[in-house]
């Protein structure tokens, strides 16, 4: 697969809007409305005016922008999904052009959760495995953290991409249990433990959780609003 096929199936964004999406980018239309016409986006994409406009009605289209129209002409600013669809292709690009370093770090602010990590982590079908894959018997809970910036958040969508640690969903009479990954981790650079990403979660892209063999919050003296720094391992 190259990598014109590799966006296209990942990102569900057609290959002609890539140059006007990173421009509206350049232009800082992910932060605020710009202000722009179509004879100047036209000579920005190297395209006639006809051809710019109707890219304009195309981005609308499909989700990516909005446009409000103003007294100099209109505004255009980049939605959340254009601006995912943007986050993921430097994320493909940063796989394909980088090295893959060593270890990534996270920081997070503690916070209280909903209470389910004890639960999860002591199911016999998550638990065997954690001790076979990841080496130690897990304390009954997780470590929830709220990731503190977009750096943090982006390095956790580059860890979606990592292979990982595969912890295998299952079945029992209840319900179906989904798949984890996982990544050793070291926290706060004293405690080993493991990252997990959760496929069924209630919680959004700024959130992880922890494990460890160690209650992390009575071992770190740890209470919601703290920051920790996750180190996580990558080979």
Known sequence: MNMQQSLRGNLNVKSRFWQALIVLLRLGAHKKPVEINTVKFGKLLGVSQQTASRRIRELLN????TR???RKGQAVSLTNEGVEALREL???LKNVFEEVPKFL????EVFTGIGEGSYY???PGY???FISR???IPYSGTLNLRLKSSIDVLNRKLLEKMPGILIKGFFDEKRTYGDVKCFKALINDSIEGALLLIKRTHYGEDVVEVISKENLRQKLGLKDGDIVEVKVFLE
Request: no cysteine.
């Open 62 to 65: 499909a989700g990516l922008i």
């Open 68 to 70: 409000e129209v103003t």
């Open 90 to 92: 430097y994320l493909e």
């Open 105 to 108: 770090t996270l920081r997070g």
């Open 121 to 123: 982590v002591d199911l």
């Open 127 to 129: 638990k065997k495995q």
């Open 134 to 136: 990841l080496g130690f």
